[in-house]
């Protein structure tokens, strides 16, 4: 059912992480600290799926566009960091668009100019129909390619269990939201 699977987020991860960390120096980041603000923008596709009657239901693409704003920690190997994003999200299927709002804790790896990560955190889904806080969970890289600016891939899973029952016209219908994200930041 879904576009975008976890296996394929760990498999680009993988891919780019073997390509051979550069060191700090490098590249011109201070002993590859990752600590400090960042702001940016992120631009990615996912679905929007379901469960009925124990078949599963594409309910349609997800397109999504929007800003982000964080703080990261950097303690020696690991990362610790928070992020605030809203998106402008649109699903195709449902001729419906609304705004996704996520805030989430991370934590990452420091190796280097290369900062795999993992989230956690609540979003707020707000469209035409419909609005829902639901927990959010997923996992990302980010690569320093400058010593201020990072580009990076972000996935994000959100289960809206109940949010859309009266559209499918049942309760208790799991649905299931992935949106996969590319994303470029400046640090400060």
Known sequence: MPLIRPSLLAAVM???AAGGPLSAQQIGLPDGDWSGLRLGAQVGRGDLGAQVF???VDLGRIDGLGLY???DRDLGRAVLGAELAVDRVTVDDLDDS???LRLRARIGADLGRVQPYLSAG???LTADALSETVPVFGAGLDVAVTPRVTVGLDYS???IDDA???RLGGRGVPVDADLMQIRAAWRF
Request: hydrophobic share 45%.
């Open 69 to 71: 704003a964080g703080y």
């Open 122 to 124: 609540m979003a707020r």
């Open 14 to 16: 993988t891919v780019l």
């Open 157 to 159: 899973r959100m289960d």
């Open 54 to 56: 124990g078949r599963d």
């Open 98 to 100: 609304g705004v996704l």
């Open 164 to 166: 859309l029952e009266d």
